[in-house]
Structures are given as structure tokens and as C-alpha cells.
T-cell receptor, first 116, second 116 residues
Framework: AQTVTQSQPEMSVQEAETVTLSCTYDTSESDYYLFWYKQPPSRQMILVIRQEAYKQQNATENRFSVNFQKAAKSFSLKISDSQLGDAAMYFCAYRSAQTGANNLFFGTGTRLTVIP | DTGVSQDPRHKITKRGQNVTFRCDPISEHNRLYWYRQTLGQGPEFLTYFQNEAQLEKSRLLSDRFSAERPKGSFSTLEIQRTEQGDSAMYLC??????????????FGPGTRLTVL
């Protein structure tokens, strides 16, 4: 089974600074998808960014970007110009591209604190 | 609001009672997923529907759990004879797959179950 590891239970960043959250995964598949989801306190999980494994170009969404290293099975999230609203739990997730394999595998999350 | 909705948001029950949760997906989404999230962990997959058909069930879904999606619209998740170990956040997600490439799951706010 695929496993997703987030080795940083907690991270903090000063407002307006940049922070990088780490994620590694284990798979024998060559085609898959990777996601970062954000879960603010007592609020629902929101998709931050998505990466398709067959694409070499790193995904970006405004202040959020990823560093996807397929050979190293690494998928880190960079948040630039951090804002107070970025404070949340961040989950890395993996999904196979195989037909019939539809569920997400999540890491244990990283709690991000933004310091004013 | 066009997002995924779940009802109730909170449920407290006594051990041995039955509970039922409801999920209303985004209206055009043909896929619906249930996940369970315990404190300090990422969500874990329970089951998946494509339209009204339940196509995947996790080993986590014991025989006390049953899910339905009549007419391919809303879904219900029932837990019979609840146990304290069932205490968790139950998350629903939906997605729309229109082609060979993967889809993105959008999550509801969750139902927090506490079993006393």
C-alpha cells in the first residue's frame, strides 16, 4: 500500500516570510497524483495544489508552489509571503492513476503557525 | 452554497446506539467518498460510490458500518451498535470524472462523532 510521510508535525513562520513543508511518499507506480490540502481549525479541508506525476513542471497556485522530485519521491509545498490566514493543518495526499484506484492516502499532517 | 454539505455537524451518542450521517455532494459530481479522521491523523478512506454504485470498501469499514447513495445523489453512512473507538470526524468528499485523467476530491465540513 502507498504510504505518505510528513516528518514535520509542527512548523512556524513569520508573517510575510516563506516556509516549506515536507512530504515524502512510497509507491511502486509511475503514474499518480499528489495533492496538498489545507484544514483550518474547525473548518473544512480545502485543496491547495495538485501535481500530476507525468508532468515535470512544478505546479504553482499564486503564493503556493511545489517542488516535485519524482526520483526522490518527494513533494514539498512552499508558501511565499505567508499570511495569518495560512495558519492551518496541511495534509499531503497521494492518489494512484490506475483505473479503479480512487481513494486518497494522506500523511499525518503539519500544523503551520503564522506569527504576526 | 454549492460545496459539499454534511449533516449533522456534531453528534454525541451513547455506546450501543445507531447513528446516521448524511452527505450532499456538489450537484454535478458523480463520485462520492467517505473518510474517517481521528485526532492527530490524516483522513483514512472508508468507501467510494460512482453514481449509485458502491465500488470500493476499505477494511476499516466493519460490518457495523453501511453506506448508501440512492439515485446517485446524497449519501448516508450508518454506524450500528456504536463503540467508543468509532469516535472520529467523518468526512465526505465528492468529485467529477469526465475523462481518462484523474479527478480532484472536494471535502465537506465533516461530522464529528463522540461516543460516550
Amino acid at each position: 500500500a502507498q504510504t505518505v510521510t510528513q516528518s514535520q508535525p509542527e512548523m512556524s513562520v513569520q508573517e510575510a516570510e516563506t516556509v516549506t513543508l515536507s512530504c515524502t511518499y512510497d509507491t511502486s507506480e509511475s503514474d499518480y497524483y499528489l495533492f496538498w490540502y489545507k484544514q483550518p481549525p474547525s473548518r473544512q479541508m480545502i485543496l491547495v495544489i495538485r501535481q500530476e506525476a507525468y508532468k515535470q513542471q512544478n505546479a504553482t497556485e499564486n503564493r503556493f508552489s511545489v517542488n516535485f522530485q519524482k526520483a526522490a519521491k518527494s513533494f514539498s509545498l512552499k508558501i511565499s509571503d505567508s499570511q495569518l490566514g495560512d495558519a492551518a493543518m496541511y495534509f499531503c495526499a497521494y492518489r494512484s492513476a490506475q483505473t479503479g484506484a480512487n481513494n486518497l492516502f494522506f500523511g499525518t499532517g503539519t500544523r503551520l503557525t503564522v506569527i504576526p | 452554497d454549492t460545496g459539499v454539505s454534511q449533516d449533522p455537524r456534531h453528534k454525541i451518542t451513547k455506546r450501543g446506539q445507531n447513528v446516521t450521517f448524511r452527505c450532499d455532494p456538489i450537484s454535478e459530481h458523480n463520485r462520492l467518498y467517505w473518510y474517517r479522521q481521528t485526532l492527530g491523523q490524516g483522513p483514512e478512506f472508508l468507501t467510494y460510490f460512482q453514481n449509485e454504485a458502491q465500488l470500493e470498501k476499505s477494511r476499516l469499514l466493519s460490518d457495523r458500518f453501511s453506506a448508501e447513495r440512492p439515485k446517485g445523489s446524497f449519501s448516508t453512512l450508518e454506524i450500528q451498535r456504536t463503540e467508543q473507538g468509532d469516535s472520529a470526524m467523518y468526512l465526505c468528499a465528492s468529485s467529477f470524472r469526465s475523462g481518462p485523467r484523474g479527478d480532484t476530491q472536494y471535502f465537506g465540513p465533516g461530522t464529528r462523532l463522540t461516543v460516550l
